[in-house]
């Protein structure tokens, strides 16, 4: 069976492929259905579907940033309609708040001795990108600020450090309210990268329950089995569906399309949901 994708990103916010570079790359990689969730855009679905046609299935989405009491969180919207006034609103807003974020970044580095990161960050991924501080991460690490990426997001980027910036995102309830009013479902991503503890991570997948929240992700990259099956249990236990996403964002890393996402048993796919009829996916038996 092929692989099922709901995760990733493309040049349009800080992935390295284009949407047609990257669906060459699912097709190679056997992925039957894929998901493009760029942080907080759309801009780049109506290419990927065109580079999709007749190979894979594309599912619109969108990686949504949201506050959950203080903490930045990542909310996969799936199954948006292709084109929708709504979600053109909605995501005007949160490029607005993206963009006042990343020029704010950019000063906290330029103060910092990173001269015109914002400016060199714009040029890198153009006018229509959408900046993350992954973008910076990756730029200023290439241009030998740190070791690596990672290196550089820890010691500057992450919160506490001297160039975060705190973000008012939508709340949870605002982001799936607007999903749901369109005709998609949520899922929280990547519920273990919040580094929160697990009594935390539980009120948060109780709240985002409570919100209407749909599903949460329990496959994607760089994870243990036993997180898996620890996700898995805590779907069950908060009454959510389960969601599977590589979160790929460029060739080389640790993570690719497709790669080792199959749910485990006993939690509910989110493509069983009638949303996702349409994208015909195969028949996955939920079993309890
Ligand atoms: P943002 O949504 O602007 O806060 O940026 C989040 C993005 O930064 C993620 O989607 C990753 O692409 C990137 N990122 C997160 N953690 C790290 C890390 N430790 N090292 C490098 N990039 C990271
Ligand atoms: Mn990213
Ligand atoms: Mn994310
Ligand atoms: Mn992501």
Redesign the pocket.
Known sequence: MGAIDLHC?STY??GALTPAELLDRAVARGVTHLALTD?DTTAGLEAAAAAAAGRVRLIPGM?V?STWEET?I?ITALFLPRQDARVDEFVAAQRRR?EE??QNIGRKLEALGFADAYARARAQVGPDAV?????Y??LLAAAGAAP???A???RY??RGRPAFVVTEWPAPGEVIALVHAVGGLAALAHPR?YKMSNPRLRRLLQAFKVAGGDAAEVCYGQQRPCEREFLAALTREYGLMASAGS?F?LPGAWRDLGWQLELPAGVIPIWSHPAAAPYAFPATAATV
């Open positions: 990103h916010s800080d942080h990686e940033s930045q990542h993206r974020r990343a900046i993350t501080r992954g973008t991460a990756r690596t990426a990672d550089f997001f820890a980027l992450q990268r979160d964002h």
